[in-house]
């Protein structure tokens, strides 16, 4: 008997708040047994009882099903228009909302990889190392900085060299300090004393007149390099300001340093940095001084060139060395430009 009352105290509140399924429940097991009673339990017109007590009760649970699915569909009403009113109105704003937070996290992370793929180098041996993959392969490169030591010295002939090993067409564009101007040469020596007055990697200190040879240098050796292998597409802008930093990019990654010869920066090809410092040296390129490169056939230089094969070119550029200049001044030009002494060698 307490099992039953258990039972029927847990069975009460769920028929009490679904009477009608409850009821419609019990009608249909009811008329479940009616249609197993014996007819002649009903009297003699057993069947026809039978059979109206059964259409009666197959009624009632019609009715009462209906009555159940009205109930919930007027339940459910309420809930539908607040949806369709509420969330669903909103839903357009929202997933706007969605698309704006979508396309600001792949903004962020665009720049944040953008961002670890600019790497601070931190020792001559990374900088020799990150120069040496940049020139690796490469089909150009553009230098922007002082006087382009460096570049006589490693960079221009060891690009030159790899490009006629596979004769391979090779594009260089390079801009240094015009030699001319004395006063921005006499600026950019002052900048290089007031960091240190000892000689630097080459044995050398800065004077004004240095600035001049080593600028002088370069387009020497731009002249030379173009005359000994065809497929070299070089040109050589003159700069009336100086820069604080030295830009070497090549198809690959950008390296930019600074006088602190254990400090750079680099960047690989399709990061913004890289992009945007390509712009910028390909803007400052086109405003600068050119150098008639074109005209390298009308002063040959020989192997060694000659004091006189020097002046010629000078001359013939349009880009004249100063009276000043002996014979001294013009070797000490043309060793500059081919046997240039690597600044950063350990």
């Not at 900088?127 to 006087?147: L, M, P, V, Y």
């Amino acid at each position: 008997m307490s099992r039953f009352m258990s039972a029927w105290g847990r069975a009460a509140p769920w028929a009490a708040k679904n009477a009608d399924g409850a009821i419609a429940l019990v009608l249909a097991i009811v008329v479940g047994v009616l249609g197993v009673i014996p007819e002649d339990v009903f009297g003699e017109d057993g069947a026809d009882v039978q059979q109206q007590l059964v259409s009666a009760a197959t009624l009632l649970i019609l009715a009462l099903v209906a009555t159940a699915l009205l109930r919930d569909r007027q339940r459910q009403a309420p809930v539908e228009r607040t949806i369709t009113s509420g969330a669903l109105a909103d839903l357009p704003a929202r997933l706007h909302r969605l698309d704006q937070i979508d396309a600001l996290v792949t903004g962020t992370r665009m720049a944040l990889d953008a961002l670890q793929l600019v790497r601070v180098l931190g020792s001559r041996q990374e900088i020799a190392q990150a120069h040496a993959e940049a020139r690796k392969d490469t089909t150009r490169w553009s230098f922007k900085g002082g006087t382009g030591t460096y570049l006589r010295a490693v960079t221009l002939p060891e690009c030159v060299a790899a490009a006629r090993r596979v004769k391979r067409h090779l594009t260089v564009r390079v801009e240094v300090i015009d030699p001319t101007n004395a006063e921005v040469c006499e600026t950019y020596a002052h900048y290089r004393r007031s960091l240190s007055d000892a000689p630097d990697g080459t044995g050398e200190t800065w004077t004004t007149d240095r600035v001049r040879k080593e600028s002088y240098a370069t387009i020497l050796a731009a002249f030379w390099h173009r005359q000994r292998y065809g497929l070299l597409d070089i040109g050589v802008g003159l700069s009336e300001t100086m820069t604080t930093f030295r830009w070497d990019l090549s198809a690959t990654r950008l390296i930019m340093t600074v006088e602190d010869p254990n400090r750079a920066m680099t960047a690989l090809a399709g990061t913004f940095y890289y992009e945007n410092c390509d712009t910028e040296l390909r803007l400052s390129f086109e405003q600068a001084r050119r150098v008639p490169l074109e005209m390298y056939k009308k002063a040959p230089l020989s192997d060694e060139p000659t004091v006189e094969e020097v002046q010629e070119l000078f001359e013939t550029i349009g880009v004249a060395l100063p009276r000043s200049y002996n014979e001294h001044d013009v070797v000490d030009i043309a060793r500059k430009a081919l046997r240039a002494v690597n600044p950063y060698a350990p």
